[in-house]
C-alpha cells in the first residue's frame, strides 16, 4: 500500500502537473495547487501539510517569498523549492540558508521525489525521537509521581495525614482541578471522604459519605473498575451537572483502591482539561501503592489501638487488684465496727445520752462501707444479685430524688422508650450508674443548661468494642444522659474511665464516679459510648444486655424484721479474729451452738472429731493456706448433710466469672449487720437440705 502524502503545490498549472505525476507514481497524494499567497496562507490554514513544493515560475510569487509564509504558518512544514536556472546559485544558497528542505534546478525536477521521500523519512525519525521522548518524560513523571506518592505514605501521621498528602502530590503532578480519597466504612456499604486536596480543601458533609453504587465514586467502588471521560458536563452520573459546568469542569478519572481483592476505597480527580488514558495509567500506577498503604496505616493504627488497650487494661486491672485487696480489709474492719455499734444501740434507748454517739458511729460505718462499694465496683469484684428489672421503672422511681440532685437552673428532662427495657442487673448497682452519670453531667454545667435523661432499645449488627468494653451483636436497652455542658477535649475524653482522675477542682471530686459506672456496666456484660466536643456537651449512652420478660415476679426483699434465732450448731470459719468473734457473739445471742475455727485445717479436725450434729457451715472465702471453697469440697464427705453459707469483703475468680453469684451458692457480702447475719443465717437453715456436697463458688 502506498504512502500517504499530502502536498501542497505552488505554481501555475503545467509546472504543477510535471512536479505532481512523478509523486503519483510513488505515493499516494492529496494535493491543492495554490498559485498566489493569499491562496497559499488558505490552504496552510486548511490543514497540515507534509511537504511543500515551490516552482521556479509562480505567476505572482517567488520561491523565497512562499518559503517565509510556509515558516510563518507552520515551522515544522518541509519546502522544497525548484529554482531558475539563472538564479539557482546565489538563491538556492540564500533559501538552504533560511531554512528550505532543499533546492532543486528547474531541469532536474526529477529529483523532487528524492527530496520529499528524504523529508519524509526525516519526519518520521523526527516523531518517533518525539514519541520516544515523551514515552520517557512519562515514564519519569510517574517515577517521580510514584516516588513522591511513596514518601506521603511514610510520612503521614494518621490515615487522614497520608490520604491528604497522596491527594496534594495527585494534584500538583497530574494538574487536576482538585483530588480526592475515599475508604469503605465499617459497614461495607458506604465510602467516607479521607482527603480533599486542590480547589476544595475542606471535607464538606454533603459529600462526606457516598453510598457504594451511587453516582461515578460509588460506581467505580462497586464494579472495581477504573473510569475515563472527557464531558463531565453531560455524564448522567454527575451528581451536580449545574457546579460541573459552571466550575467549568471538563474532566474525570477514577480508580478503585484494592488489596489482595479487598475493596479499601476510591481515588479520583477533576479537571479543566481533557485527560489521556495515561493520566488513568498512572491512576492504576500509583494506587495499588495507595491502597496498600492505607491497609497497613489501618493495621498499625489497630495494632497500636489494641496495645494501648492492653496497657490501659493491665493498669486498670492492678489499680483494680490494689483497690480490691484495699476494699477486702476495710470491710472486715467495717463489719466490726458496724456490727458491734449495731449490737450496743439495739440494747440502748433512742434517749439515752452516748445513742447518738453510737448512730453517729454507725451511720458513717455505712458511708464508708458506700465508698468500699465504689472501689469494689470499680475493680469489678462487686457482689452483685441480678434480678429481671425495668429500666423504664427505676428511672421513674429515680426522678424525684434527680431533680433534687440535680437544682432547678438545669431543665432536666426524661425520655422513656416504648419498647421493652428489661435487663437482668443489680438494681442498686444500675441506680447508681444513673446517679453518677446524672451528677458528671450537672458538675459539667455550673451555670445550668439542658439535662436528658433517656431510654431506648438498640440493635447492634455488628460486635462493639469501646473503653476496653465489648459487647456482641444483639438487642440491648440504652440508657443517656446528654448534657449542654463545657464538654471534653480527646485528651479528657481518653482519661476520663481511669480511677482517681479528675478534672473537678481539689477536695470537689474522688475520681472514683465514672470508673465506678465503667466497673458496674463491665460486670453487667454491658458497654459504654461516649461523645462529646468542647464546648457542646457530651452524650453517654450506656447498654446493657435486653432480657426476655417472663411471667415469672422477680424476688422481693423480705421485710425487715428482727431474726430469729435457733438451736442448730454452726462452725464459724473465720481467720479474722475480730471478725470470727463478732459473729459468734451474734449467733451466740440468737441460740445457735457457736464453733469457731481461724483456718481450713482446724474446721476439718472440728469436722471429724465432733460428735453432734452440724447444721451450717458459714465460712470467708479467701482464707490462708485453703480457701473456703477447698475446705467445704474436703469437709462435705464428712458433713453431707451440712448447709454452706459463705461470707467475703470482696469476690475473686473463685466465685465465679464477673462476681457473680452462680446457682447453688450462697454467699453474704461484708460488711453486714447483726440483723442481717441472724436473717441469712435462719434462710439457709430453714431451706431445703442438701442432696449432695455442698456447691462451690
Request: charged content about 25%; proline content about 6%.
Amino acid at each position: 500500500m502506498a504512502t500517504a502524502l499530502r502536498l501542497l503545490i505552488v505554481a501555475g498549472e503545467p509546472e504543477a502537473d510535471c512536479i505532481l505525476q512523478p509523486l503519483e507514481s510513488e505515493y499516494d497524494v492529496t494535493f491543492r495547487r495554490a498559485e498566489t499567497v493569499p491562496r497559499l496562507l488558505d490552504a496552510l490554514r486548511e490543514q497540515r501539510w507534509d511537504v511543500v513544493v515551490s516552482g521556479h515560475h509562480p505567476p505572482e510569487i517567488d520561491g523565497l517569498r512562499a518559503l517565509e509564509s510556509v515558516q510563518g504558518a507552520d515551522p515544522n512544514c518541509a519546502t522544497v523549492l525548484v529554482m531558475s536556472p539563472a538564479s539557482y546559485p546565489e538563491e538556492a544558497a540564500r533559501a538552504i540558508r533560511r531554512g528550505a528542505a532543499a533546492v532543486v534546478p528547474p531541469e532536474c525536477e526529477q529529483l523532487v521525489v528524492s527530496c520529499v521521500a528524504r523529508e519524509l523519512r526525516r519526519q518520521a525519525e523526527n516523531a518517533s525521537h518525539l514519541a520516544l521522548k515523551s514515552e520517557l518524560q512519562e515514564k519519569s513523571r510517574l517515577a517521580e509521581l510514584a516516588s513522591s506518592i511513596t514518601l506521603a505514605l511514610i510520612q503521614g501521621d494518621d490515615l487522614r495525614a497520608l490520604a491528604q498528602r497522596c491527594t496534594e502530590v495527585l494534584v500538583h503532578y497530574v494538574g487536576a482541578a482538585f483530588a480526592r480519597i475515599w475508604t469503605v466504612d465499617n459497614s461495607r456499604t458506604m465510602l467516607e471522604l479521607q482527603a480533599s486536596a486542590g480547589m476544595y480543601t475542606h471535607i464538606d458533609g454533603k459529600h462526606a459519605r457516598v453510598p457504594i453504587g451511587a453516582y461515578k465514586i460509588g460506581r467505580i467502588a462497586q464494579e472495581r473498575k477504573p473510569h475515563l471521560t472527557n464531558s463531565v458536563q453531560g455524564d448522567p452520573r454527575v451528581g451536580d451537572p449545574d457546579w460541573a459546568e459552571r466550575e467549568g469542569m471538563i474532566s474525570f478519572a477514577g480508580h478503585p483502591l484494592i488489596v489482595e481483592d479487598e475493596l479499601i476505597g476510591v481515588m479520583a480527580l477533576f479537571a479543566r482539561k481533557p485527560l489521556g488514558e495515561s493520566t488513568l495509567h498512572a491512576l492504576g500506577a500509583i494506587a495499588d501503592t495507595v491502597a496498600l498503604g492505607i491497609k497497613r496505616r489501618r493495621t498499625e493504627n489497630a495494632l497500636r489501638e489494641r496495645d494501648e488497650q492492653l496497657r490501659q487494661s493491665q493498669k486498670m486491672e492492678a489499680v483494680g487488684r490494689l483497690a480490691g485487696g484495699v476494699a477486702h480489709d476495710f470491710n472486715n474492719l467495717l463489719t466490726i465496727i458496724l456490727g458491734n455499734a449495731s449490737l450496743v444501740l439495739d440494747g440502748l434507748q433512742p434517749s439515752d445520752p452516748i445513742y447518738p454517739d453510737l448512730d453517729a458511729v454507725r451511720k458513717a460505718s455505712e458511708r464508708a462501707a458506700g465508698l468500699v462499694r465504689q472501689l469494689l465496683a470499680f475493680s469489678r469484684k462487686q457482689l452483685l444479685e441480678p434480678r429481671l428489672l425495668k429500666v423504664n421503672e427505676l428511672v421513674t422511681n429515680l426522678q424525684s430524688m434527680l431533680r433534687r440532685t440535680i437544682g432547678e437552673d438545669i431543665d432536666f428532662q426524661t425520655r422513656l422508650t416504648d419498647g421493652s427495657t428489661h435487663v437482668k442487673a443489680d438494681p442498686g448497682q444500675i441506680e447508681q450508674v444513673v446517679l453518677n452519670l446524672i451528677i458528671n453531667a450537672r458538675d459539667a454545667m455550673p451555670r445550668g443548661g439542658q439535662l436528658v435523661l433517656q431510654t431506648s432499645n438498640v440493635v447492634l449488627k455488628e460486635a462493639l468494642g469501646s473503653h476496653n468494653l465489648r459487647v456482641s451483636a444483639g438487642r440491648y436497652v440504652g440508657i443517656s444522659v446528654s448534657d449542654t455542658g463545657r464538654g471534653m477535649d480527646p485528651d479528657t475524653m481518653s482519661r476520663i474511665f481511669e480511677p482517681f482522675y479528675t478534672t473537678k477542682e481539689v477536695g470537689k471530686g474522688t475520681g472514683l464516679g465514672l470508673s465506678t459506672v465503667h466497673g458496674i456496666v463491665g460486670q453487667s456484660g454491658g458497654a459504654i459510648q461516649v461523645e462529646s466536643t468542647p464546648g457542646h456537651g457530651t452524650k453517654f449512652l450506656v447498654l446493657l444486655p435486653e432480657e426476655v420478660a417472663s411471667d415469672r415476679k422477680d424476688t422481693v426483699a423480705s421485710e425487715r424484721r428482727p431474726p430469729s434465732g435457733g438451736k442448730e450448731t454452726i462452725l464459724v470459719l473465720e481467720d479474722e479474729d475480730s471478725v470470727r468473734e463478732f459473729v459468734g457473739r451474734v449467733l451466740a445471742r440468737l441460740g445457735y451452738t457457736i464453733i469457731a475455727a481461724s483456718c481450713g485445717s482446724e474446721a476439718l479436725e472440728i469436722c471429724r472429731s465432733h460428735d453432734g450434729p452440724i447444721h451450717l457451715i458459714l465460712s470467708d472465702v479467701i482464707l490462708p493456706q485453703m480457701s473456703g471453697p477447698d475446705f467445704v469440697a474436703q469437709a462435705s464427705p464428712l458433713r453431707p448433710e451440712c448447709r454452706v453459707l459463705y461470707m467475703s469483703g470482696y469476690t475473686d475468680d473463685a466465685l465465679g466469672p464477673h462476681g457473680v453469684l452462680q446457682p447453688g451458692v450462697s454467699l453474704m457480702g461484708k460488711p453486714f449487720t447483726p440483723e442481717s447475719i441472724g436473717q441469712r443465717v435462719r434462710q439457709m437453715l430453714d431451706g431445703p437440705c442438701p442432696d449432695a456436697s455442698p456447691a462451690r463458688p
